[in-house]
């Protein structure tokens, strides 16, 4: 997933509005909930950060939409879902279907292995250290980032907020059945928005980023439902076991992209 903080301009995903909608929005202006206090949002990103850091076992399910933009101006989204078990400081399991692939990626603290099940194919590399860097490295390195990955960093408010040149407070939403605190913000280079779980479990709902620098832009959306953690979350050992007797490959080799081949990545405007 992007970061902010980083202003990627990779492509991403979007929730279609309609003209009509647009038109109203922008001759109401902003709604009066909106506060003006910017620290106010960043107080509400920062309980939910700390909460998130302080939880040692995650688990969730996740939905996930990217946004391509083609060459005559059309949006296309591609739709994806997963679900996600987090042990910290080092360990994690992320599955992801999004009909072009069917990807699993595991890491154990030290062996990390990624799984293409439509290909029954896997690669593995070793890399240590925490989830934070293993993080980095599958997208700096391997340009495989994780689903949702912002929101799995143990410095996730600092990742997030370095950039932010506006920030609002837009009252409460509702995802999933779920109450939440609505928040935005904009960088230079991306605007990005958060609805955060109001009470004593402050985890993000959703997460929606969209680019500045890319025409008509795009969006990255992830959506979150069956938030456990501690005692809650299911025991994984978080080792590959090749059950489905799969061809080991160079890492490199193995297609488990969320954007098909289909498509190739153009420039930024």
Same mark, same amino acid.
């Given at each position: 997933?992007?970061?902010?903080?980083?202003?990627? +301009?990779?492509?991403?995903?979007?929730?279609?509005?309609?003209?009509?909608?647009?038109?109203?929005?922008?001759?109401?202006?902003?709604?009066?909930?909106?506060?003006?206090?910017?620290?106010?949002?960043?107080?509400?990103?920062?309980?939910?950060?700390?909460?998130?850091?302080?939880?040692?076992?995650?688990?969730?399910?996740?939905?996930?939409?990217?946004?391509?933009?083609?060459?005559?101006?059309?949006?296309?989204?591609?739709?994806?879902?997963?679900?996600?078990?987090?042990?910290?400081?080092?360990?994690?399991?992320?599955?992801?279907?999004?009909?072009?692939?069917?990807?699993?990626?595991?890491?154990?603290?030290?062996?990390?292995?990624?799984?293409?099940?439509?290909?029954?194919?896997?690669?593995?590399?070793?890399? +240590?250290?925490?989830?934070?860097?293993?993080?980095?490295?599958?997208?700096?390195?391997?340009?495989?980032?994780?689903?949702?990955?912002?929101?799995?960093?143990?410095?996730?408010?600092?990742?997030?907020?370095?950039?932010?040149?506006?920030?609002?407070?837009?009252?409460?939403?509702?995802?999933?059945?779920?109450?939440?605190?609505?928040?935005?913000?904009?960088?230079?280079?991306?605007?990005?928005?958060?609805?955060?779980?109001?009470?004593?479990?402050?985890?993000?709902?959703?997460?929606?980023?969209?680019?500045?620098?890319?025409?008509?832009?795009?969006?990255?959306?992830?959506?979150?439902?069956?938030?456990?953690?501690?005692?809650?979350?299911?025991?994984?050992?978080?080792?590959?076991?090749?059950? +489905?007797?799969?061809?080991?490959?160079?890492?490199?080799?193995?297609?488990?992209?969320?954007?098909?081949?289909?498509?190739?990545?153009?420039?930024?405007?």
């Amino acid at each position: 997933m992007i970061s902010p903080a980083r202003e990627s +301009t990779n492509t991403s995903v979007a929730t279609t509005v309609s003209a009509a909608t647009l038109l109203l929005i922008a001759t109401m202006g902003m709604p009066s909930s909106a506060k003006a206090d910017k620290a106010a949002p960043k107080n509400l990103v920062k309980a939910m950060s700390d909460y998130m850091v302080a939880q040692t076992a995650i688990s969730f399910s996740y939905d996930s939409n990217l946004e391509i933009v083609t060459k005559d101006g059309q949006k296309l989204a591609l739709a994806s879902s997963g679900a996600v078990v987090l042990n910290r400081p080092d360990k994690v399991r992320v599955t992801r279907n999004g009909g072009f692939a069917n990807a699993e990626a595991v890491f154990d603290g030290k062996t990390l292995t990624l799984l293409g099940k439509n290909a029954n194919v896997y690669g593995q590399v070793e890399v +240590t250290g925490p989830i934070d860097n293993l993080i980095d490295e599958l997208r700096d390195k391997f340009h495989r980032p994780l689903p949702g990955a912002d929101l799995l960093q143990s410095n996730l408010y600092d990742e997030l907020m370095p950039l932010v040149t506006d920030a609002k407070d837009l009252g409460s939403g509702v995802i999933g059945g779920i109450e939440c605190d609505h928040v935005a913000f904009r960088t230079k280079e991306v605007d990005w928005q958060m609805w955060i779980a109001q009470g004593g479990h402050p985890y993000p709902c959703r997460y929606v980023i969209t680019s500045k620098l890319v025409d008509n832009g795009p969006q990255y959306s992830i959506q979150i439902r069956d938030w456990k953690t501690g005692n809650e979350v299911a025991s994984d050992d978080f080792t590959f076991k090749n059950s +489905t007797n799969a061809k080991k490959i160079d890492l490199k080799d193995l297609d488990a992209d969320e954007l098909p081949k289909i498509f190739t990545p153009g420039d930024a405007k």
